[in-house]
């Protein structure tokens, strides 16, 4: 944030007030992928053996 006399300029990141990206949604999905496939696996393997 600069001041030049009355008027102040703040920069796009600092007037939006967003908190920066996190890679956990990135992980909540990657783990929730992977669980999804490993049941529906299961699911459908185990009846099949019988």
């Known amino acids: ?8 300029e703040v920069t796009e990141r600092e007037a939006s007030n ?8 990135r992980i909540v999905l990657a783990v929730s992928l992977l669980l999804a496939i490993v049941t529906l696996s299961i699911v459908w393997i185990v009846p099949a053996l019988s």
Do not use: A, F
Request: aromatic share 0%; charged share 45%.
């Open 18 to 25: 967003k908190p920066r990206k996190s890679h956990n949604v």
């Open 1 to 8: 944030m600069e001041k030049h006399g009355d008027k102040i």
